[in-house]
């Protein structure tokens, strides 16, 4: 019997009973009453202790599942990791043989410079550090091109239109494009007092930074021109872009040496000349910062591989 019929039992037997039994029977009774009432304390007590153990278990069984679906996601992702590296590896490998065969079309190089080519082709084939080497000096440069991009845009965006200035990094140099309207008067080479401070702080930058070159492009529109002084668009970019040099050198104090002055015509087009918006983006400068020649050619030689 069970403690509960106990109790009702016990009950029934007192309600109807306790006028007929005697006193020792019905403290008997009661006896049997308190000891159901204790036990069924005893199975209230248990009841709950099974359910805060049921409770707990659950609460285990939630984050041991939890941390069963934070290691599935973590190994895939580490599969894709291993994937994509895979894919850099392979890419490294392609970039390395292009590399290889733009080397091999280089015509003007000093003598040095073709010596350390020769060896390098020949290691190539077996020196799988080199191909790091070089994996590794183009993310430095990347990095360090991206810094520079950086603070150029930081020196340059203070009271400076969006639309009139571009900073872009494009694979190992950064360059500036500055539109025509910012830098020249209608139609002239002639740079604008708003040039000087744009070149000024441009100039800045480049001084700080000894180990660039430093190229400047003249862009045109495809509208033709002819005055005393300019011939054609050929001629404008030009003189254009030997207007940004010798303001460079002659008033921000920009080394000569460093100085790269070419005109691009109305060529190399950004947009179509069919319309005023397009030939506004077309008519433009470009300043490109970019590593000098000699360290194209350490970055080449095998002897800077670190052992």
């Given at each position: 019997m ?24 019905y403290?008997?009774l009661q ?11 005893d ?14 278990c659950?609460?285990?069984?939630a ?11 973590e ?15 392979q ?39 080199y ?24 020196v ?10 571009e ?27 708003r ?33 005393d002084?300019i ?7 030009v ?6 040099v010798?303001?460079?050198q ?11 002055a070419?005109?691009?015509?109305e060529?190399?087009?950004l947009?179509?000349n ?34």
């Amino acid at each position: 019997m069970t403690s509960k019929k106990k109790l009702f039992s016990l009950v029934f037997s007192l309600f109807f009973l306790s006028s007929c039994v005697t006193k020792k029977a019905y403290q008997g009774l009661q006896a049997e009453l308190d000891k159901a009432n204790l036990e069924i304390g005893d199975l209230g007590a248990t009841v709950s202790d099974y359910m805060n153990k049921l409770a707990i278990c659950e609460q285990d069984k939630a984050q041991l599942l939890g941390q069963i679906r934070t290691s599935e996601s973590e190994s895939r992702l580490r599969q894709e990791q291993i994937l994509d590296l895979r894919e850099q590896l392979q890419d490294a490998r392609v970039q390395r043989d292009r590399q290889v065969e733009r080397v091999g079309d280089l015509t003007v190089l000093s003598q040095s410079a073709n010596e350390n080519i020769r060896e390098t082709l020949s290691q190539l084939e077996k020196k799988d550090d080199y191909i790091q080497f070089l994996q590794l000096a183009k993310t430095k440069a990347d990095s360090i091109n991206l810094a520079l991009a950086v603070n150029l845009k930081s020196v340059l965006e203070r009271g400076i239109a969006d639309e009139d200035i571009e900073i872009k990094v494009d694979k190992t140099v950064v360059f500036i494009n500055i539109s025509d309207k910012m830098l020249y008067r209608t139609g002239s080479y002639n740079l604008t007092d708003r040039a000087f401070e744009v070149l000024e702080k441009i100039a800045q930058i480049v001084v700080s930074r000894p180990e660039l070159e430093v190229m400047i492009e003249g862009y045109t529109d495809n509208v033709p021109i002819s005055t005393d002084c300019i011939d054609d668009n050929w001629d404008l970019s030009v003189k254009r872009a030997t207007s940004v040099v010798r303001t460079l050198q002659n008033r921000f104090g920009v080394d000569p040496n460093r100085l790269i002055a070419a005109g691009r015509g109305e060529y190399n087009t950004l947009a179509s000349n069919d319309t005023a918006e397009g030939r506004a983006t077309n008519r433009r400068t470009r300043i490109i910062l970019l590593p000098k020649l000699d360290q194209f050619y350490d970055l080449l030689n095998p002897n800077n591989i670190p052992k």
